[in-house]
Protein backbone atom coordinates (compact mmCIF):
# COMPACT_ATOMS: atom_id res chain seq x y z
CA UNK A 1 0.00 0.00 0.00
CA UNK A 2 0.87 3.18 -0.58
CA UNK A 3 1.39 5.75 1.75
CA UNK A 4 -1.90 8.50 1.55
CA UNK A 5 0.29 11.49 2.83
CA UNK A 6 3.06 13.19 1.33
CA UNK A 7 4.79 16.46 2.59
CA UNK A 8 2.85 19.72 2.05
CA UNK A 9 4.16 22.69 0.41
CA UNK A 10 3.73 25.86 2.16
CA UNK A 11 3.36 29.10 0.63
CA UNK A 12 5.18 32.14 1.45
CA UNK A 13 2.14 33.66 2.61
CA UNK A 14 1.54 30.50 4.75
CA UNK A 15 4.44 30.48 6.12
CA UNK A 16 3.83 33.82 7.36
CA UNK A 17 0.51 32.84 8.93
CA UNK A 18 2.09 29.88 10.66
CA UNK A 19 5.16 32.23 12.06
CA UNK A 20 2.31 34.80 13.71
CA UNK A 21 0.93 31.30 15.26
CA UNK A 22 3.83 29.28 16.38
CA UNK A 23 4.57 28.90 20.08
CA UNK A 24 3.93 30.98 22.78
CA UNK A 25 7.44 33.54 22.87
CA UNK A 26 9.02 34.39 25.83
CA UNK A 27 7.43 37.77 26.51
CA UNK A 28 3.75 36.62 26.68
CA UNK A 29 2.64 36.03 30.11
CA UNK A 30 0.98 32.64 30.47
CA UNK A 31 -2.64 32.57 31.66
CA UNK A 32 -3.82 31.06 35.09
CA UNK A 33 -1.87 32.41 37.92
CA UNK A 34 0.90 31.11 39.63
CA UNK A 35 3.74 28.66 37.81
CA UNK A 36 5.20 25.08 39.41
CA UNK A 37 8.56 24.76 39.58
CA UNK A 38 9.90 21.25 38.55
CA UNK A 39 13.64 19.86 38.71
CA UNK A 40 14.16 16.93 36.76
CA UNK A 41 17.18 14.52 36.27
CA UNK A 42 18.10 15.44 32.81
CA UNK A 43 17.45 17.93 30.37
CA UNK A 44 16.15 16.89 27.28
CA UNK A 45 17.67 16.04 23.46
CA UNK A 46 14.85 17.15 21.90
CA UNK A 47 10.81 17.38 22.44
CA UNK A 48 10.08 15.40 19.01
CA UNK A 49 9.49 12.18 20.50
CA UNK A 50 10.45 10.48 17.14
CA UNK A 51 13.86 11.99 18.27
CA UNK A 52 14.08 11.19 21.62
CA UNK A 53 12.27 8.48 23.63
CA UNK A 54 13.55 8.98 26.86
CA UNK A 55 11.26 9.66 29.49
CA UNK A 56 12.36 12.72 31.29
CA UNK A 57 12.01 14.26 28.18
CA UNK A 58 8.55 12.66 27.96
CA UNK A 59 7.12 14.37 30.78
CA UNK A 60 8.14 17.79 29.29
CA UNK A 61 6.99 16.61 25.36
CA UNK A 62 3.16 14.83 27.13
CA UNK A 63 2.43 18.54 28.32
CA UNK A 64 2.62 19.89 24.44
CA UNK A 65 1.82 17.16 21.84
CA UNK A 66 -0.96 14.47 22.75
CA UNK A 67 -1.44 10.52 21.29
CA UNK A 68 -4.27 8.72 20.10
CA UNK A 69 -4.63 6.91 23.51
CA UNK A 70 -3.81 7.65 26.41
CA UNK A 71 -2.19 5.73 29.15
CA UNK A 72 -4.15 4.91 32.58
CA UNK A 73 -1.80 5.50 35.83
CA UNK A 74 -1.43 2.07 36.74
CA UNK A 75 -1.40 0.17 33.40
CA UNK A 76 -3.98 -0.12 30.40
CA UNK A 77 -4.92 2.73 28.16
CA UNK A 78 -8.30 4.61 26.98
CA UNK A 79 -9.42 6.46 23.77
CA UNK A 80 -8.04 9.94 23.55
CA UNK A 81 -7.40 11.71 20.16
CA UNK A 82 -8.92 8.82 19.17
CA UNK A 83 -11.96 8.07 20.16
CA UNK A 84 -12.23 4.34 18.85
CA UNK A 85 -10.65 1.74 16.79
CA UNK A 86 -11.66 -1.56 15.13
CA UNK A 87 -9.62 -4.22 13.11
CA UNK A 88 -11.60 -4.54 9.49
CA UNK A 89 -9.11 -7.31 8.85
CA UNK A 90 -5.81 -8.25 9.83
CA UNK A 91 -3.99 -5.99 8.07
CA UNK A 92 -6.34 -2.85 8.56
CA UNK A 93 -7.45 -1.00 11.12
CA UNK A 94 -9.98 1.36 10.90
CA UNK A 95 -9.17 4.54 13.74
CA UNK A 96 -12.50 7.48 14.32
CA UNK A 97 -10.49 10.64 15.36
CA UNK A 98 -12.19 13.24 17.95
CA UNK A 99 -14.01 16.06 16.28
CA UNK A 100 -13.23 19.93 17.39
CA UNK A 101 -9.42 19.74 18.29
CA UNK A 102 -7.23 22.66 16.79
CA UNK A 103 -3.37 22.56 17.59
CA UNK A 104 -1.87 25.50 19.34
CA UNK A 105 -1.52 27.30 15.90
CA UNK A 106 -4.81 26.62 15.13
CA UNK A 107 -4.57 24.01 12.86
CA UNK A 108 -6.95 21.55 12.33
CA UNK A 109 -6.81 18.00 14.13
CA UNK A 110 -8.27 15.42 11.89
CA UNK A 111 -7.22 12.63 9.54
CA UNK A 112 -4.60 14.00 7.55
CA UNK A 113 -2.55 15.52 10.71
CA UNK A 114 -2.18 11.49 11.73
CA UNK A 115 -1.35 10.36 8.22
CA UNK A 116 1.25 13.24 8.19
CA UNK A 117 2.89 12.36 11.44
CA UNK A 118 2.77 8.13 10.49
CA UNK A 119 5.02 9.41 7.66
CA UNK A 120 7.11 11.47 10.16
CA UNK A 121 7.16 8.56 12.52
CA UNK A 122 7.75 5.79 9.50
CA UNK A 123 10.95 8.24 8.52
CA UNK A 124 12.93 9.21 11.20
CA UNK A 125 16.22 8.48 12.32
CA UNK A 126 15.86 9.33 15.51
CA UNK A 127 15.09 7.15 18.67
CA UNK A 128 11.44 5.61 17.07
CA UNK A 129 12.82 4.66 14.54
CA UNK A 130 11.38 0.98 13.74
CA UNK A 131 8.72 1.53 16.36
CA UNK A 132 5.92 1.52 14.06
CA UNK A 133 7.86 -1.02 10.76
CA UNK A 134 4.96 -2.80 11.12
CA UNK A 135 3.06 -0.26 9.42
CA UNK A 136 2.81 0.27 5.71
CA UNK A 137 0.89 3.30 5.27
CA UNK A 138 -2.42 5.14 5.89
CA UNK A 139 -5.76 5.61 3.99
CA UNK A 140 -8.10 8.46 5.18
CA UNK A 141 -11.52 7.13 4.86
CA UNK A 142 -13.12 10.90 5.58
CA UNK A 143 -11.47 13.56 7.33
CA UNK A 144 -11.96 12.05 11.03
CA UNK A 145 -11.59 8.31 10.17
CA UNK A 146 -8.29 6.65 8.89
CA UNK A 147 -7.36 3.26 8.19
CA UNK A 148 -3.55 2.28 9.37
CA UNK A 149 -2.70 -0.60 6.93
CA UNK A 150 -0.12 -3.24 8.38
CA UNK A 151 2.73 -5.13 6.81
CA UNK A 152 1.78 -7.78 9.37
CA UNK A 153 -0.86 -8.44 11.78
CA UNK A 154 -0.15 -6.46 14.91
CA UNK A 155 -2.64 -7.78 17.53
CA UNK A 156 -0.97 -5.01 19.82
CA UNK A 157 -1.38 -2.11 17.15
CA UNK A 158 -4.14 -0.53 19.44
CA UNK A 159 -1.34 -0.32 22.83
CA UNK A 160 1.28 1.23 20.88
CA UNK A 161 -1.23 4.24 19.57
CA UNK A 162 0.00 5.58 22.81
CA UNK A 163 3.06 6.80 21.45
CA UNK A 164 1.89 8.06 18.44
CA UNK A 165 2.40 11.90 19.22
CA UNK A 166 0.43 13.74 16.67
CA UNK A 167 1.73 16.85 14.63
CA UNK A 168 0.83 19.71 13.28
CA UNK A 169 1.21 18.93 9.61
CA UNK A 170 2.07 22.51 8.17
CA UNK A 171 3.95 24.04 10.87
CA UNK A 172 5.95 20.54 11.88
CA UNK A 173 7.18 20.44 7.81
CA UNK A 174 7.94 24.45 8.08
CA UNK A 175 10.04 23.92 11.27
CA UNK A 176 11.85 20.51 10.28
CA UNK A 177 14.49 19.72 12.68
CA UNK A 178 13.52 23.20 14.87
CA UNK A 179 10.58 21.33 15.40
CA UNK A 180 11.78 19.65 18.78
CA UNK A 181 13.31 22.77 20.38
CA UNK A 182 9.75 24.78 19.55
CA UNK A 183 6.96 21.86 19.16
CA UNK A 184 3.24 22.67 18.90
CA UNK A 185 0.69 20.11 19.47
CA UNK A 186 -3.03 19.92 21.13
CA UNK A 187 -2.01 19.50 24.51
CA UNK A 188 -2.92 21.31 27.51
CA UNK A 189 -0.15 23.32 27.59
CA UNK A 190 1.69 25.33 25.16
CA UNK A 191 5.63 25.82 24.61
CA UNK A 192 6.81 29.25 26.03
CA UNK A 193 10.68 29.25 25.36
CA UNK A 194 13.68 26.83 26.01
CA UNK A 195 16.77 28.39 27.16
CA UNK A 196 19.68 25.39 27.06
CA UNK A 197 20.77 24.62 30.35
CA UNK A 198 18.84 26.14 32.16
CA UNK A 199 14.76 26.03 31.81
CA UNK A 200 11.69 25.62 30.15
CA UNK A 201 8.67 27.16 30.21
CA UNK A 202 5.16 26.23 29.46
CA UNK A 203 1.27 27.66 29.72
CA UNK A 204 -1.61 26.56 29.89
CA UNK A 205 -3.87 26.28 26.78
CA UNK A 206 -7.27 28.24 27.53
CA UNK A 207 -9.00 26.77 24.61
CA UNK A 208 -8.04 23.26 25.56
CA UNK A 209 -10.22 20.82 24.13
CA UNK A 210 -9.80 18.15 27.53
CA UNK A 211 -12.68 18.07 30.24
CA UNK A 212 -9.75 18.36 32.77
CA UNK A 213 -8.31 22.37 32.04
CA UNK A 214 -5.23 22.99 33.19
CA UNK A 215 -5.26 24.34 36.69
CA UNK A 216 -2.05 25.71 37.25
CA UNK A 217 -1.57 28.49 34.19
CA UNK A 218 2.40 27.75 34.06
CA UNK A 219 5.21 25.16 34.62
CA UNK A 220 8.81 26.10 34.27
CA UNK A 221 11.25 22.61 33.90
CA UNK A 222 14.67 22.85 35.32
CA UNK A 223 17.42 19.97 35.47
CA UNK A 224 19.83 18.83 37.97
CA UNK A 225 21.85 15.55 37.22
CA UNK A 226 23.21 15.37 40.83
CA UNK A 227 20.70 13.87 43.09
CA UNK A 228 21.85 15.82 45.89
CA UNK A 229 21.24 19.11 44.06
CA UNK A 230 17.66 18.38 43.20
CA UNK A 231 17.07 17.70 47.19
CA UNK A 232 18.50 20.88 48.19
CA UNK A 233 15.80 22.53 45.77
CA UNK A 234 13.45 20.87 46.86
CA UNK A 235 14.32 21.05 51.04
CA UNK A 236 14.51 24.94 50.24
CA UNK A 237 11.55 25.13 48.50
CA UNK A 238 12.86 26.38 45.10
CA UNK A 239 10.79 23.73 43.36
CA UNK A 240 7.23 22.26 43.87
CA UNK A 241 8.05 18.78 42.29
CA UNK A 242 11.66 17.31 42.62
CA UNK A 243 11.94 13.84 40.89
CA UNK A 244 14.38 10.67 41.76
CA UNK A 245 14.88 11.65 45.21
CA UNK A 246 17.55 9.29 46.55
CA UNK A 247 16.73 6.80 50.01
CA UNK A 248 19.38 8.09 52.00
CA UNK A 249 17.87 12.10 51.65
CA UNK A 250 14.23 11.32 52.47
CA UNK A 251 14.88 12.49 56.26
CA UNK A 252 16.08 15.58 54.98
CA UNK A 253 13.31 16.05 52.79
CA UNK A 254 10.85 15.59 55.63
CA UNK A 255 12.25 17.50 58.17
CA UNK A 256 12.42 20.60 56.22
CA UNK A 257 8.70 21.59 56.81
CA UNK A 258 8.42 22.72 53.01
CA UNK A 259 8.15 19.73 51.27
CA UNK A 260 7.24 15.75 51.48
CA UNK A 261 7.90 12.58 50.03
CA UNK A 262 5.51 10.85 47.53
CA UNK A 263 6.06 7.53 46.02
CA UNK A 264 4.57 4.73 43.92
CA UNK A 265 5.82 1.45 42.42
CA UNK A 266 7.52 2.15 39.49
CA UNK A 267 6.98 0.40 36.08
CA UNK A 268 11.06 1.13 35.78
CA UNK A 269 13.12 -2.17 35.31
CA UNK A 270 16.95 -1.71 35.67
CA UNK A 271 18.88 -4.47 33.55
CA UNK A 272 22.23 -4.45 32.31
CA UNK A 273 22.48 -5.23 28.19
CA UNK A 274 25.36 -7.42 27.20
CA UNK A 275 26.67 -7.05 23.51
CA UNK A 276 25.91 -10.38 22.30
CA UNK A 277 28.19 -9.57 19.16
CA UNK A 278 31.62 -9.67 20.25
CA UNK A 279 34.12 -10.29 23.60
CA UNK A 280 33.47 -12.21 26.13
CA UNK A 281 29.32 -11.45 26.37
CA UNK A 282 29.01 -13.56 23.37
CA UNK A 283 29.08 -17.06 24.96
CA UNK A 284 26.14 -17.26 27.26
CA UNK A 285 28.12 -19.49 30.10
CA UNK A 286 29.56 -15.61 30.43
CA UNK A 287 26.32 -13.85 30.58
CA UNK A 288 25.36 -16.74 32.99
CA UNK A 289 28.11 -16.09 35.32
CA UNK A 290 27.56 -12.09 34.94
CA UNK A 291 24.17 -12.82 36.39
CA UNK A 292 24.86 -14.85 39.31
CA UNK A 293 28.31 -12.45 40.19
CA UNK A 294 25.80 -9.55 41.05
CA UNK A 295 24.14 -9.47 44.61
CA UNK A 296 20.99 -7.46 43.85
CA UNK A 297 19.34 -8.06 47.43
CA UNK A 298 22.67 -6.48 48.84
CA UNK A 299 22.24 -3.41 46.84
CA UNK A 300 18.50 -2.87 47.25
CA UNK A 301 18.81 -3.39 50.92
CA UNK A 302 22.38 -1.01 51.27
CA UNK A 303 22.06 1.70 48.59
CA UNK A 304 18.10 1.42 48.46
CA UNK A 305 17.34 1.32 51.86
CA UNK A 306 15.06 -1.42 51.15
CA UNK A 307 13.03 1.47 48.19
CA UNK A 308 13.30 -1.13 45.05
CA UNK A 309 11.71 -4.23 44.34
CA UNK A 310 13.74 -7.43 43.21
CA UNK A 311 15.12 -9.29 42.09
CA UNK A 312 13.14 -9.73 39.52
CA UNK A 313 13.06 -12.00 36.63
CA UNK A 314 11.79 -12.05 32.62
CA UNK A 315 10.54 -8.56 31.04
CA UNK A 316 6.50 -8.94 31.96
CA UNK A 317 5.79 -7.06 35.12
CA UNK A 318 3.26 -7.76 37.97
CA UNK A 319 0.09 -7.26 37.13
CA UNK A 320 0.45 -7.45 32.88
CA UNK A 321 -1.14 -10.04 30.70
CA UNK A 322 1.21 -13.16 31.02
CA UNK A 323 3.37 -12.39 34.56
CA UNK A 324 4.22 -15.77 35.31
CA UNK A 325 5.18 -14.80 39.03
CA UNK A 326 7.63 -17.94 40.61
CA UNK A 327 7.19 -19.68 37.03
CA UNK A 328 10.74 -17.99 36.52
CA UNK A 329 13.27 -18.33 39.34
CA UNK A 330 15.56 -15.20 39.45
CA UNK A 331 19.17 -16.02 39.37
CA UNK A 332 20.81 -16.49 42.39
CA UNK A 333 23.75 -14.60 43.96
CA UNK A 334 26.47 -17.52 43.91
CA UNK A 335 30.31 -16.04 43.25
CA UNK A 336 31.68 -19.54 43.21
CA UNK A 337 29.28 -20.66 40.23
CA UNK A 338 30.23 -17.50 38.15
CA UNK A 339 33.72 -18.33 38.25
CA UNK A 340 32.98 -21.93 37.56
CA UNK A 341 30.94 -20.84 34.39
CA UNK A 342 34.06 -18.36 33.70
CA UNK A 343 36.12 -21.00 33.59
CA UNK A 344 34.56 -23.25 31.71
CA UNK A 345 34.01 -20.66 28.65
CA UNK A 346 37.48 -20.50 29.16
CA UNK A 347 38.29 -17.26 31.30
CA UNK A 348 39.73 -18.59 34.36
CA UNK A 349 41.15 -15.24 35.13
CA UNK A 350 38.56 -13.34 33.82
CA UNK A 351 38.34 -10.69 31.54
CA UNK A 352 38.51 -6.94 31.38
CA UNK A 353 34.87 -5.36 30.00
CA UNK A 354 33.44 -1.53 29.12
CA UNK A 355 30.31 -0.71 31.18
CA UNK A 356 28.43 2.20 30.00
CA UNK A 357 26.20 4.20 32.44
CA UNK A 358 24.27 7.18 32.62
CA UNK A 359 24.78 9.57 35.49
CA UNK A 360 22.25 11.15 37.40
CA UNK A 361 19.51 9.85 34.83
CA UNK A 362 18.00 6.95 37.31
CA UNK A 363 17.95 7.21 40.65
CA UNK A 364 21.04 5.93 42.74
CA UNK A 365 22.81 4.75 38.85
CA UNK A 366 26.32 6.18 39.10
CA UNK A 367 26.55 4.44 42.93
CA UNK A 368 24.48 1.32 41.53
CA UNK A 369 26.78 0.53 38.88
CA UNK A 370 30.24 1.37 41.43
CA UNK A 371 28.57 -1.62 43.01
CA UNK A 372 27.86 -4.14 40.13
CA UNK A 373 31.33 -3.22 39.42
CA UNK A 374 32.75 -4.09 42.38
CA UNK A 375 30.81 -7.30 42.81
CA UNK A 376 31.63 -8.39 39.42
CA UNK A 377 35.83 -7.73 40.59
CA UNK A 378 35.57 -10.26 42.84
CA UNK A 379 34.97 -13.06 40.22
CA UNK A 380 37.73 -11.50 38.09
CA UNK A 381 35.14 -9.77 35.85
CA UNK A 382 37.55 -6.52 35.82
CA UNK A 383 34.99 -3.66 34.47
CA UNK A 384 36.17 0.11 32.94
CA UNK A 385 33.05 2.05 33.53
CA UNK A 386 32.29 4.92 30.96
CA UNK A 387 30.48 6.99 32.71
CA UNK A 388 27.60 9.92 30.38
CA UNK A 389 25.50 12.66 31.13
CA UNK A 390 22.39 11.11 29.70
CA UNK A 391 21.71 13.04 26.82
CA UNK A 392 25.34 11.44 25.09
CA UNK A 393 24.65 7.82 26.32
CA UNK A 394 21.41 7.44 24.79
CA UNK A 395 22.53 9.24 21.83
CA UNK A 396 25.94 6.88 22.14
CA UNK A 397 24.38 3.01 23.01
CA UNK A 398 21.43 3.47 20.51
CA UNK A 399 23.27 4.76 17.35
CA UNK A 400 25.72 1.67 17.56
CA UNK A 401 26.86 -1.53 19.37
CA UNK A 402 28.69 -0.23 22.04
CA UNK A 403 31.22 -2.82 23.40
CA UNK A 404 30.62 -4.61 26.69
CA UNK A 405 27.70 -3.92 28.64
CA UNK A 406 25.39 -0.99 29.51
CA UNK A 407 23.29 -0.23 31.99
CA UNK A 408 19.53 0.37 31.49
CA UNK A 409 16.70 1.07 33.15
CA UNK A 410 13.38 1.04 31.14
CA UNK A 411 9.89 1.62 31.57
CA UNK A 412 7.22 0.86 28.84
CA UNK A 413 5.67 3.54 26.40
CA UNK A 414 2.68 1.81 25.71
CA UNK A 415 1.16 -0.57 28.46
CA UNK A 416 1.62 -4.20 26.83
CA UNK A 417 4.10 -6.83 28.10
CA UNK A 418 4.83 -6.65 24.58
CA UNK A 419 6.64 -3.60 24.85
CA UNK A 420 10.19 -4.71 25.36
CA UNK A 421 10.43 -7.58 23.22
CA UNK A 422 8.80 -5.08 20.75
CA UNK A 423 12.12 -2.73 21.43
CA UNK A 424 14.56 -5.01 22.79
CA UNK A 425 14.32 -8.46 20.49
CA UNK A 426 13.88 -7.44 17.48
CA UNK A 427 16.73 -7.16 15.19
CA UNK A 428 17.90 -3.81 13.29
CA UNK A 429 16.50 -1.67 16.34
CA UNK A 430 17.92 0.65 18.39
CA UNK A 431 18.12 -0.94 21.86
CA UNK A 432 17.98 -4.47 20.96
CA UNK A 433 21.31 -5.47 22.08
CA UNK A 434 19.88 -9.11 22.86
CA UNK A 435 18.13 -9.51 19.24
CA UNK A 436 18.52 -12.44 17.49
CA UNK A 437 16.97 -14.63 14.91
CA UNK A 438 14.72 -17.10 17.28
CA UNK A 439 13.53 -13.47 19.65
CA UNK A 440 12.84 -11.51 15.88
CA UNK A 441 10.37 -14.29 14.99
CA UNK A 442 9.22 -15.15 18.41
CA UNK A 443 7.82 -11.14 18.54
CA UNK A 444 6.35 -11.72 14.92
CA UNK A 445 4.58 -14.49 16.21
CA UNK A 446 3.71 -13.19 19.24
CA UNK A 447 1.68 -9.63 18.37
CA UNK A 448 0.43 -11.62 15.13
CA UNK A 449 -1.59 -14.00 16.98
CA UNK A 450 -5.42 -12.85 18.06
CA UNK A 451 -6.54 -15.58 20.08
CA UNK A 452 -5.64 -14.54 23.61
CA UNK A 453 -5.00 -17.63 25.22
CA UNK A 454 -2.77 -18.46 22.02
CA UNK A 455 -0.96 -14.94 22.43
CA UNK A 456 -0.31 -15.46 26.12
CA UNK A 457 1.63 -18.83 25.50
CA UNK A 458 3.66 -17.56 23.08
CA UNK A 459 4.45 -14.28 24.86
CA UNK A 460 5.66 -16.89 27.93
CA UNK A 461 7.28 -18.92 25.76
CA UNK A 462 9.20 -15.55 24.39
CA UNK A 463 10.27 -15.18 28.06
CA UNK A 464 11.23 -18.43 29.03
CA UNK A 465 13.71 -18.41 25.88
CA UNK A 466 15.32 -15.21 26.58
CA UNK A 467 15.60 -15.74 30.46
CA UNK A 468 16.41 -19.29 30.74
CA UNK A 469 18.07 -19.48 27.41
CA UNK A 470 19.32 -16.87 25.55
CA UNK A 471 20.24 -14.80 28.59
CA UNK A 472 21.28 -11.29 27.17
CA UNK A 473 20.41 -9.12 30.16
CA UNK A 474 21.99 -8.99 33.71
CA UNK A 475 18.31 -8.48 35.52
CA UNK A 476 18.47 -6.52 38.68
CA UNK A 477 15.57 -4.24 40.20
CA UNK A 478 12.14 -2.36 39.86
CA UNK A 479 12.45 1.06 41.47
CA UNK A 480 10.00 3.09 43.58
CA UNK A 481 9.37 6.25 42.04
CA UNK A 482 10.62 8.76 45.01
CA UNK A 483 9.71 12.41 44.85
CA UNK A 484 9.76 15.53 46.73
CA UNK A 485 6.40 17.59 46.69
CA UNK A 486 5.89 20.97 47.90
CA UNK A 487 3.22 21.46 50.53
CA UNK A 488 1.86 24.11 48.37
CA UNK A 489 0.61 21.76 45.62
CA UNK A 490 -1.85 18.85 45.10
CA UNK A 491 0.47 15.75 43.30
CA UNK A 492 0.55 12.30 43.80
CA UNK A 493 3.04 10.12 41.82
CA UNK A 494 2.19 7.75 38.94
CA UNK A 495 3.47 4.28 38.10
CA UNK A 496 4.47 5.21 35.04
CA UNK A 497 6.42 8.38 35.58
CA UNK A 498 4.26 10.93 34.01
CA UNK A 499 3.36 14.09 35.97
CA UNK A 500 0.22 14.31 35.17
CA UNK A 501 -0.24 18.33 35.46
CA UNK A 502 -4.04 18.87 34.40
CA UNK A 503 -4.41 16.87 38.25
CA UNK A 504 -2.10 19.39 39.78
CA UNK A 505 -3.67 22.26 41.87
CA UNK A 506 -2.43 24.41 44.13
CA UNK A 507 -3.51 24.32 47.95
Known sequence: ???????????????????????????????????????????????????????????????I??????????????????????????LRWRVKLRRGVQFHNGEPFNADAVAYTVDAFLKTRGEARGWFSFVSGTQKVDPFTIDFVLS?????????????????PRYHAQAAAEFGTRPVGTGPYRFVEWTRGNQMRVAANPTYWGAKRPAIGEIQFRWAPDASARTALAATGEVDIAQNIPPAQIERIERSGVARIETARSLRRAFIRMNLGNGPTTDVRVRRAMNHAVD????????????????????????????????????????????????????PNGFEITFWHTIGRYALDKESVEAIQGQLERVGVRARLQGMEAGAYFSRISSERVPGMNFAASAPLFMTPMYHPLIE???????????????????KEAIAETNPAKRLRRLQNLERYIFEKHVPWIWLWDY????????????????DEFLSFEDVSFR
Open 425 to 443: FRNKLPYAYGANDVTTQFV
Open 296 to 347: VDTIIRVLFRGRAYGRVAGFIYPGFEGYQGDKLQPYKYDPDLAKRLLAEAGY
Open 152 to 168: EANSNFPATLAFLYVFP
Open 1 to 63: MKHTSSLLRVTGSALIALALLAPLGPSQAAPGGAAARVVLASEPRSLDPTIDTIKTSLVITHT
Open 480 to 495: QDIYAASNRINWKARS
Open 65 to 90: LEALVLNKPDGGFQPHLAESWQAVDP
